[in-house]
């Protein structure tokens, strides 16, 4: 297909997807404004229509909590009316307002998803002229420090430089294995055993569930899988979503390593954004940056030569692989050496280097699921992430093998949400916004 034709029919995705301020993830299953997809959506319509970059952003701050964090989901009421038939977990759910950081204004979740926003803003000042750019970035600069100043003050209770997660749903990664073994391991409280022994799951997927009227559930995350992520949810709504009182009785608390690399890139993202407005990073701030890039390698396991994820609650660290392990190379801050052993895995053939690459589990794992979520299917955000990171040490020639891979595969099936990495059908909803606007800036 024409460069052209696919640029126009992913901006047809993004036109459908619109609701004025901001833009829908997918019509139906996901009707509301989501943290890193906005994020991603305004890296693509960046490249068309900056004005409506900046807008998607602006409307993400407009849910920003006054202690700084941005949340993962804003409500609005006309996607809250749409969420009685799509997605059950809407601003009823959260109740946000417990929290009194919450915006009075806006109906939000209670917790927050990966940080892309300082990216996103970077890449879209640069297709705006100068002064226009300037303009921009000085009007979200204060906004995103305070999002990292609160990202390092409040879930890096330990002061290691390492933040902390509460959620699943907080990585972006919902159903990755290593969140639901541990989740299995150390907090499956007995009402969900009880279900899971009696075989209750159909009975409640009927009952409750509604994102399985839009995708087929063996692509979804399984029944036992959404009880154990309402359960925490539920918790963290009962402590009013503050961090003293959550980890008072915490059970389950992750360093997460794809986070925290996110993390780590934006950090980076927002020191450039510092510099091209003639502001500074707020010294304490800085002093984190750097500990935080030189404590990522506390992430990383001799024993088995590679980075993992880490349980806060007791140190140890968790050794389930996923494409987490890879996204060290976009938060810029690990060796030429440490690169080299993660690209070996990324060309590995047994792992993730499959007929479509990037698997979000690799194929030699017991998890590995290529249709099954993020339990084995590629996405196209993790591909352009990983695209990044090895652009930053050099890979030139593996970035653009996935780069046309990830273009091949929405020729092939769409512009769908994920894709089976092993034969590229395509898998959950259809008119996904981030795959639209990420092979519009793949394609660019
Ligand atoms: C799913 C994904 C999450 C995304 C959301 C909206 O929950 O796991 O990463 O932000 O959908 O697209």
Redesign the pocket.
Known sequence: MEKLELIEQAKAVLRLNDSGRSTR??PGL?PHQ????SCFIAIGISHYDTKRAAQEIYSLLEGQWSNGMIP?MIFSEASDNESARGHRIGSGFWQSTRSPYAPKHKQTSGIT?PPMVAEACWRIAKKMSGEEGIAFLKTVYPAIVRYHTWLYGDRDTDGNGLIALFHP?ET???NTPMWMSELRRVHMPLWIRVVEFFHLEKLLETLFRKDTKYVSADQRISTIEALMMTHVALGLRKRDYDTKRILRRAHFVLESLSYNSILLGNNERLIDIAHKIGEKIPEDLDAKFKQARKNLEMLWSEDINRYCHRNYLTGEIIPVEGISQLLPLYSGAINKQRAEILVSALLDTSKFWLEFPVPSVPKNSPYFNPEK??QGPTWINTNWLVIDGLRKYGYENEAEQIRQKSIKLVEKSGFY?YFNPLDGSPAGTNN???TAALIIDLLS
């Open positions: 993830p997918a996901y989501w943290l890193w997809d993962n998803q749903w972006g990664l919902d979520y993020w949400e996904f916004s981030w």
